[in-house]
């Protein structure tokens, strides 16, 4: 066994600091120093230029390719097609991608930002970020073809997971409500859960009592387009360069999901 498969092998034996999840993934590797000193034993150090979203100027990295990260773990006997890729962040911001986008884009595990002052290994984030630098990690692509939606930029990254698309998207899907789904799991999930399934940045959306249940609906519209016209000081980003229609249709889906609860989920 390798070493990052047995660093992801000893996680799973340990997974009590994410027992609030319904599901053990297929593999995960954390991102600390010992599984960073394992990397540096068994690829070359990378370094990539990339049009850093964050610092919005140009910025080289040193790390890792997540391709050959991906390449070291197990995929529990399932298919590419039927495997995503978590992103699990210090802050709870959790974002998902299907195995195969991964594998196909370039990404970099950036471990050290070669900007940073000397005998630092990361600068300071801009002036009005939350947390002090990128580390442990910071997830880069190289000209990928799509929008961040697809491809995320996580940063203060602590593992990687890999997980089944059944797992990853358990009970998330009610029927009559497709396109709201795909809509909310593309923008939606990386910061919000849906009966604990889902990124913790965000609150909870349906247990014990479904967002649909305390707030106005028009409002709740509103509020998704654009937080800041609702409540000042929002975390959370605009989406008002989505079409209405997608909005509602999120909208749509959170209410189908009032009536998908966890069993013990009562709002009262």
């Known amino acids: 066994m390798g070493g990052i498969a047995r660093i992801a092998a000893m996680c799973l034996l340990a997974v009590g600091w994410r027992a609030a999840m319904a599901e053990t993934p297929l593999a995960v590797v954390p ?17 990539a230029e990339v049009n850093d979203p964050v610092y919005k100027r140009k910025q080289r990295y040193q790390g890792f390719w997540l391709r050959d990260v991906l390449n070291d773990l197990g995929r529990g006997g399932h298919p590419e097609t039927d495997v995503y890729v978590r992103f699990r962040c210090k802050d709870g911001y959790l974002p998902i991608m299907p195995l195969a986008r991964a594998m196909a884009g370039k990404a970099l595990i950036a471990i050290r930002d070669a900007n940073a002052p000397q005998g630092e290994d990361w600068q300071p984030l801009p002036a009005g970020e939350t947390s002090s630098t990128l580390a442990p990690s910071y997830l ?72 649909t249940e305390y707030w106005n609906p028009r409002l709740l519209s509103r509020f998704i387009a654009n937080a800041g016209s609702i409540r000042s000081g929002s975390k959370m ?32």
């Open 31 to 47: 991102i600390n120093d010992e599984s960073i000193a394992q990397m540096r034993k068994q690829h070359p150090l990378a370094s």
């Open 140 to 211: 880069v692509w190289l000209s990928p073809p799509g929008e961040t939606d697809e491809y995320p930029w996580p940063y203060q990254m602590v593992a990687i997971e890999v997980v089944s698309s059944s797992d990853a998207l358990a009970g998330l899907n009610p029927a009559g409500a497709k396109s709201g789904y795909d809509l909310f799991a593309t923008h939606c999930l990386k910061c919000h859960a849906i009966n604990g399934i889902g990124g913790t940045f965000g609150p909870e959306l349906n247990s014990p009592c479904s967002v």
């Open 237 to 268: 980003p605009n989406f008002n360069s989505l079409p209405e229609k997608d909005i509602q249709l999120i909208v749509e889906y959170l209410h189908s999901m009032a009536g998908h609860k966890k069993p013990d989920a009562a709002c009262s």
